[in-house]
């Protein structure tokens, strides 16, 4: 069973829509969530990150983790065309750092 | 903003040639990461060092690769005999701290394809 799984997409909406990505995971131990956006060839970008359980809010952003499904979701809110990247969900495995990443979802916004 | 920074950007090496791939870190940060993405793949971690030496290495990071610091700013990636499977993007990593939830600072990527 893979640690990180992400449906790639891609995913393509109009301007102003809700934006919903996804991620699960299959190690109960893991603790940190993050979410990375990543321009076309560029490095990974932090977005936000989320620590156990609950949601976490950042502008458009939203970071939702439920411990008890091993799911975790990003929501952007009224997504602009400048939102368009690939999406990438990680684990911090352990205190060693080592990020684990999901495929990634490479999302369109179309003005 | 500091920022971590790699190059070359592109490498285009021959099979079974050496390679050095270059990072400088951010000037504060103690940890440091190189990753690799080969195309349409995951991000996948490769190494991870501190205090001059490794801390964790991948199932990937075999006796073909190595890492370095040798100096004060640079980190190195150094491939020895390249395969072909080793075309990917290879990016550089640091972090203040290791702990959980530390942000990671990616720099932009070095783009090596192997013929």
């Known amino acids: 069973q893979k640690e990180v799984e992400q449906d790639p997409g891609p995913l393509s909406v109009p301007e102003g829509a809700i934006v919903s990505l996804n991620c699960t995971y299959s190690n109960s131990a893991f603790q940190y969530f993050m979410w990375y956006r990543q321009y076309s060839r560029k490095g990974p970008e932090l977005l936000m990150y989320t620590y156990s359980s609950g949601n976490k809010e950042d502008g458009r952003f939203t970071a939702q983790v439920d411990k008890s499904s091993k799911y975790i979701s990003l929501f952007i809110r009224d997504s602009q065309p400048s939102d368009s990247a690939t999406y990438l969900c990680?684990?911090?495995?352990?205190?060693?750092?080592?990020?684990?990443f999901g495929q990634g979802t490479e999302l369109s916004v179309k003005p | 903003e500091p920022e971590v920074t790699q190059t070359p950007s592109h490498q285009v090496t021959q099979m079974g040639q050496e390679v050095i791939l270059r990072c400088v870190p951010i000037s504060n940060h103690l940890y440091f990461y190189w990753y690799r993405q080969i195309l349409g793949q995951k991000v996948e971690f490769l190494v991870s060092f501190y205090n001059n030496e490794i801390s964790e290495k991948s199932e990937i990071f075999d006796d073909q690769f190595s890492v370095e610091r040798p100096d004060g700013s640079n980190f190195t990636l150094k491939i020895r005999s390249t395969k072909l499977e080793d075309s990917a993007m290879y990016f550089c990593?640091?972090?203040?701290?290791?702990?959980?939830?530390?942000?990671?600072?990616f720099g932009p990527g070095t783009r090596l394809l192997v013929l």
């Open positions: 990680a684990i911090i495995y352990n205190q060693g750092g080592k990020l684990i």
């Open positions: 990593a640091s972090s203040k701290t290791s702990g959980s939830g530390e942000t990671q600072y």
